[in-house]
């Protein structure tokens, strides 16, 4: 979408996107490649080399954890999962959501009505609460954690795009389409749905903190990723039992988790600067 | 010594000169109007007098204001300056208020921000000053919110905060380009009436607006002062060609210019029609009251009236936009269902508007092409190839080349993105074109051509057309006949050529007067309509507009008149047959 290739190309102009954006990429690239070539797989327990530190011995680059494991491979693997679970749940939250939003923005009246009680409801069911129950009835499960969250995330969206709607659909090339009979799907999907472009990529990249951050707290409950398997999230939450005398375990997968979260944050924010400025233009 | 003295400014974006060896030089009590379209350098050139430019531009040359220099000076002895000496009044009233805080704490804010005034004197001169700048109940106003007022008082409220300050020279950008032309009639008048002790710089890209209120004239053209005289001297005897398309391009009233009724078929026919809105409460705003018209084959309808007159509503709810609460709109003879979407395709083909504001009815993530070609998608689908050429066709037709497809509308200036609107409202060709207010956001000269272009088109295809717009200035030389609103009535109507050489009801007459034509002398007999549109919430009883006539008697205010016809006019005015309205200055 050439509409997509021109707003890539401006947002690659602002310097926190630049910086943010670059940071991260390296991040998802290091946290693929690396457990590949590293001599060390992710589930090797060796209870000789309990909690080391840090070094170059074994080539154990961020040290070991309470069993033996390697820490650096078992955080590259964290990261894929905790980036995984982020990108889907936005994913799931983006369609669901735009889709929802421009559907009740557009076509107004009793459905807009009916539809925004529902998201009302939803919102009104405790989330923790919510996922535990799924948590119990169907046993812990990989996709159930990308469903919760996305689960939630889709209710701002669906709020904010159908905002967006409502003020789109009175300006005057809705209405020249509409006056000559374009039909409703094809207004929402060509004339709606690309001008709700800027506001949805702000909002995703503001979501993306937010699922990460449900994710490693569910982790850290017990309720989310489990062992053997791994997420930043779990290894902060094992980091914390031994974070006295083994600090490392704690602050390695915690300081790229605050890393990660902040250059999230960071792109929302420059990406919301280039719509604002596009919008008062 | 002059109080302004611009020598030789030359104002550069990265090497790009905006304005380009500027002089000029005002006194004490002089009014000068400098013109020029978008783009000329004209709001460059006061920014650069107020000290206002943005950091990116490099600025030459000297401006001297009584004595001391603006250019290069630290911000600090530009702000004693501006307190002092110039102010400004901007374009938008709307924009330049703050909307969270009352008028008179707005206009006062600056006396205490000076230090000029303690608190207490403030509010006395704020008053007075807002009463002195025609702001009825002066006291109760200045504690109105900015949303409460017009666009007219807002501007007033402007004026009102530049002079506060008692500056020898008043700088105003384009101050009336936003309003209505009777509320811009009004607001010129108060500018010539505060100029007695203010010098005034009157920036405008509408000749017609410095032609009764200005002493002496420059006219700008990318940057460069093209002309330069007495502004009888520029009417008269404009030497330069660009000084004379800009005097063209001026809307004036012609009655022999007016086309001729052509002879044709009836097409479209609207019966007794009425659109309500629901307003706060059990209330609702009666924004059209009980209107006939008929639209002849090849013939131009205008709708005439200020803002609030209901002319938009009229022609959303004849093109299914708005549902009508009474009445129908009939097409060809056969009655149309009330909503755009329960029409037959064959209709809304026949059906075609063009916006206002030009960019923003054309989708800003779709090239030139996809929007042109959207109509065809559902009117007479095809191959993409043969729409394109069609596109192309069409794109020729209305002034814009090949290289204009791939375009998006970010790209198009004003009037290239009309030309777009007018070729996707005509690719599907039409029998009826809505224009509503299709050229109110255009420059002078770019109106004049967009004007002759929708005439040339009108008879190329046999168009119809529904033209409506605030100014009758406008209308004038492509209306056959005229409908006059006011307050959602048909006040009179008449064809074209009666309407403009022999009006018959006042508030016509008063529409006739406040066109800012380009002619020194013929401002020298008008009488602005005084006062406001009133609330169509509470319309007064009676005659609707006896609020405002010139010619009120009891029986207007106590008896609502009926429609009458006298010759070839209809009209509604007790007085209609005994008063003579015909315009002098023809």
Same mark, same amino acid.
């Given at each position: 979408m050439s509409a997509a290739v021109r707003v890539l190309r401006r947002a690659a102009g602002i310097p926190s996107v630049k910086v943010s954006g670059g940071i991260l990429a390296a991040i998802a690239l290091l946290a693929i490649a690396l457990p590949w070539v590293s001599?060390?797989?992710? *589930?090797d327990i060796n %209870?000789?080399?309990? &909690? #080391?530190?840090?070094?170059f011995a074994g080539m154990h680059l961020f040290g070991t954890d309470d069993l033996g494991r390697d820490l650096f491979v078992r955080t590259m693997m964290g990261i894929r999962v905790t980036l995984l679970v982020a990108v889907i749940a936005s994913i799931v939250s983006l369609v669901i959501g735009v889709l929802y939003g421009a559907v009740a923005g557009y076509v107004g009246g009793r459905v807009d009505a009916v539809m925004m009680r529902i998201v009302d409801a939803l919102y009104a069911v405790p989330f923790i609460f919510f996922v535990i129950l799924l948590m119990v009835v169907?046993?812990?499960? %990989?996709l159930l954690i990308f469903v919760a969250i996305g689960a939630i995330n889709w209710l701002d969206m669906a709020r904010i795009v159908r905002g967006q709607t409502l003020s789109l659909k009175e300006r005057e090339f809705v209405e020249a389409a509409r006056l000559n009979g374009v039909s409703t799907v094809r207004i929402i999907l060509r004339h709606i749905a690309p001008n709700l472009f800027g506001v949805v990529i702000v909002y995703v990249t503001l979501t993306i903190p937010q699922a990460i951050l449900v994710e490693s707290f569910l982790s850290f409950l017990g309720l989310g990723i489990q062992e053997p398997e791994t997420s930043l999230g779990a290894l902060v939450n094992n980091g914390v039992k031994h974070m006295e005398t083994a600090p490392w375990v704690l602050l390695i997968p915690g300081g790229l988790l605050a890393l990660i979260l902040l250059c999230f944050n960071f792109l929302g924010d420059g990406l919301r600067d280039l719509f604002d400025a596009r919008q008062s233009r | 010594m002059s109080l302004l003295n611009i020598d030789g400014l030359t104002i550069r974006y990265a090497d790009k000169?905006?304005?380009?060896?500027l002089s000029l030089a005002i006194e004490k009590g002089e009014s000068i109007g400098l013109v020029g379209e978008s783009g000329s350098g004209k709001t460059q050139t006061a920014l650069a007098v107020l000290g +206002? +430019?943005?950091?990116?531009a490099s600025t030459d040359g000297s401006i001297d204001i009584a004595g001391e /220099?603006?250019?290069?000076?630290?911000s600090r002895d530009l702000d004693r300056l501006r307190a002092r000496r110039v102010a400004m009044v901007f374009q938008d009233p709307a924009d330049a +208020?703050?909307?969270? !805080?009352r008028i008179g704490d707005q206009v006062a804010r600056i006396l205490l921000a000076h230090g000029l005034a303690s608190a207490a004197e403030a509010k006395g001169q704020v008053i007075d000053m807002l009463g002195a700048v025609g702001l009825p109940d002066p006291e109760r106003q200045a504690r109105?919110?900015? #949303? /409460? &007022?017009s666009g007219g008082m807002r501007q007033r409220v402007m004026i009102a905060s530049a002079l506060i300050t008692k500056p020898d020279l008043l700088i105003a950008d384009?101050?009336?380009?936003? *309003?209505d032309v009777t509320v811009q009639a009004q607001i010129l008048e108060l500018l010539d009436a505060i100029r007695r002790d203010t010098a005034l710089l009157l920036i405008t890209h509408d000749l017609g607006v410095v032609?009764? #209120?200005? /002493?002496r004239v420059l006219v700008l053209k990318e940057g460069r002062v093209v002309e330069e005289g007495t502004t009888a001297g520029i009417f008269n005897a404009p030497r330069d060609p660009h000084t004379r398309s800009l005097i063209d391009a001026a809307p004036r009233i012609a009655p022999a210019a007016a086309p001729a009724v052509p002879a044709g078929e009836p097409l479209l026919a609207v019966d007794d029609l009425s659109v309500s809105y629901p307003a706060s409460g059990r209330k609702h705003l @009666?924004?059209?009251?009980n209107i006939d018209l008929t639209l002849k084959s090849n013939e131009t309808l205008a709708i005439v009236g200020e803002s609030g007159s209901g002319k938009s509503s009229l022609a959303r709810a004849i093109l299914g936009l708005t549902r009508a609460r009474g009445g129908t709109v009939s097409f060809l003879g056969q009655p149309l269902p009330g909503d755009a979407h329960e029409r037959s395709n064959s209709v809304r083909r026949d059906l075609q508007l063009v916006f206002q504001d030009p960019l923003g009815s +054309?989708?800003?993530? !779709?090239r030139v092409s996809d929007i042109v070609r959207e109509p065809l998608l559902v009117h007479d689908p095809g191959d993409r190839a043969a729409h394109v050429q069609r596109v192309a066709d069409m794109l020729t037709h209305v002034? =814009?080349? @090949?290289? %204009? =497809?791939?375009?998006?509308?970010?790209? *198009?200036s004003g009037g290239q993105a009309q030309r777009v609107a007018i070729a996707r409202a005509l690719i599907v060709r039409p029998k009826v074109l809505v224009c509503d207010?299709?050229?109110?956001?255009?420059d002078g000269t770019v109106r004049r051509q967009i004007l002759e272009l929708l005439q040339s088109l009108q008879q190329e295809y046999g168009l119809s057309m529904l033209f409506i717009s605030h100014d009758l200035g406008v209308v004038c030389s492509i209306s056959h006949r005229v409908i006059v609103m006011y307050l959602g009535e048909a006040v009179e109507v008449a064809d074209g050529r009666t309407l403009f050489s022999a009006p018959r009801h006042p508030y016509t007459r008063a529409l006739l007067d406040a066109v800012p034509a380009p @002619?020194? @002398?013929? #401002?020298?007999n008008r009488k602005p309509l005084s006062g406001e549109v009133p609330s169509p919430l509470a319309p007064p009883p009676g005659c609707v507009f006896h609020t405002r006539c010139? %010619?009120?008697? /009891?029986q207007c205010v106590d008896r609502v008149p009926v429609a009458r016809h006298i010759n070839n006019t209809t009209v509604r005015c007790h007085r209609a047959d005994e008063l003579d309205l015909k315009v002098p200055f023809h």
């Open positions: 001599p060390n797989a992710y *589930l %209870f000789d080399r309990v &909690l #080391h530190a840090p070094g169907f046993e812990r499960n %990989f | 000169a905006v304005v380009d060896g +206002l +430019l943005p950091a990116t /220099q603006v250019i290069g000076r630290a +208020l703050n909307p969270y !805080m109105a919110w900015p #949303h /409460q &007022l384009e101050p009336t380009t936003a *309003l032609a009764g #209120h200005c /002493q @009666d924004a059209v009251k +054309l989708n800003p993530q !779709m002034g =814009l080349g @090949d290289e %204009f =497809l791939r375009r998006y509308p970010h790209e *198009l207010e299709a050229v109110a956001a255009l @002619d020194p @002398d013929g #401002h020298k010139p %010619f009120v008697e /009891q």
